[in-house]
């Protein structure tokens, strides 16, 4: 589902991010990046939704290079979710969920419906958490809201950034059995960044195990805990 083919990315100002990246991510797989700061996670998944593309090399969604794919109708196939999911801040939770399919043309009911479904697949209660407003959620509720935004207009691929990486310990475990819970039923192609090594494999089918700018491990978790 997603083919990243020899992928290098050299910013401006030199730096080698990714160096000659070969992996390949299965339909309805879920592939967590793990590895330190700095080791090039996040500039393999902003090149998947082309909000950078690679010095050389090439990545197929779908088998199609997504070189020649308009980056706006790319987006509209993978779903993005950041460690601080930027709500409308004066919008509620309902609206803010419900903006995606709104853009898709959907009428106002039809879309207040859809994302009153996804609060529910996230484990909010849209009677109640649907008429607040975001600085009335917790952090683990906001990042839940992120979820379903994500969500909205039902892409193949998900792309998540440290997702829960600003929740303390007991909301992110929380979030984790429920994303495998909602991962089951809804089978995305997930690419899942985390430098939580616990995580990665909590979550993984496979684990990419980067060091500075490569992928050093490309396997199971067990198979990677097994690994002298
Ligand atoms: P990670 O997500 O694993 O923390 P990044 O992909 O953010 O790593 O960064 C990889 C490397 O690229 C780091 O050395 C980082 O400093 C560098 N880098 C990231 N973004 C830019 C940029 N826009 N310009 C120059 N260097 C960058
Ligand atoms: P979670 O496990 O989802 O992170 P928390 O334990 O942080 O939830 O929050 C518990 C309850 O407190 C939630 O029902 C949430 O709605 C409420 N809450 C948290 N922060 C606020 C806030 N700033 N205003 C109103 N309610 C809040």
Redesign the pocket.
Known sequence: MIRFEHVTKRYPDGTTAVDDLSFEVAEGELVTLVGPSGCGKTTTMKMVNRLIDPTEGRILVDGEDIAGVDPVKLRRRIGYVIQQVGLFPHKTVLENTATVPQLLGWSRRKARERAAELLDLVGLDPAVHGDRYP???????RQRVGVARALAADPPVLLMDEPFGA?DPV?RE?LQSEFLRLQRQVRKTVLFVTHDIEEAVRLGDRMAVYGAGRVEQFDTPATVLGAP
Request: hydrophobic fraction near 30%.
């Open positions: 600085d009335q959620l917790s952090g683990g509720q929740v909301v929380h």
